[in-house]
């Protein structure tokens, strides 16, 4: 029984020491790469800017983080409301625990063009999902003045979320 728990520790604390690297995928109009290091997420943009997670919540008016995945009944209307939305002040996040590839086939043709910032984040190391306790999807998370306005787990109607 003791081996057995000195492994599971052992295995957490390399899990811990182990930074991977998330990658964005790319469409037209955002070119954008995202690496995680142990210690915080950050997003780091091919003209060499970089923003932590951290600032990013607290230096945008409206910040949506939203986790989907390919497979997830619910997670297709929720992009397709998210792509509805008029809303230019709006930084959205859309992480996805999946491969670059599935993730780009799962947005498929929507452009999010009536929002502001578009992030799309195929987090194949489970960074994201676990630094922000994600245990269901679709799950979302919303920022107003850096303040934690909003965390709902299932289909909610965006409106409602950020009302």
């Known amino acids: 029984m003791g081996k057995k728990i000195i492994r599971i520790i052992a295995f957490l604390m390399i899990g811990v020491i ?3 690297v998330i990658r964005i995928v790319t469409l037209p109009s955002r070119k954008i790469v995202c690496n995680y290091q142990c210690d915080s997420l950050y997003i780091s943009r091919l003209d060499g800017d ?20 390919p497979t997830c009944v619910y997670c297709p209307g929720e992009l397709d409301e998210l792509n509805e939305l ?4 709006l930084t ?32 194949t190391t489970v ?37």
């Open 50 to 69: 970089s923003i932590s997670l951290d600032k990013l919540i607290k230096e945008r008016e409206k910040l949506l983080i939203m986790f989907v995945h």
């Open 18 to 20: 182990v930074a991977g």
């Open 92 to 123: 959205a996040n859309i992480v996805s625990v999946s491969s670059e590839s599935d993730l780009e086939k799962f947005i498929g043709n929507r452009t999010f063009a009536g929002l502001g910032e578009v992030n799309f984040i195929a987090d």
């Open 86 to 89: 008029n809303m230019p002040e």
């Open 127 to 163: 960074c994201w999902t676990n630094t922000l306790n994600v245990k269901l999807l679709p799950t979302t998370f919303y920022f107003r003045n850096g303040n934690l306005e909003a965390h709902k787990t299932g289909a909610v109607p965006l409106g409602k979320l950020m009302e």
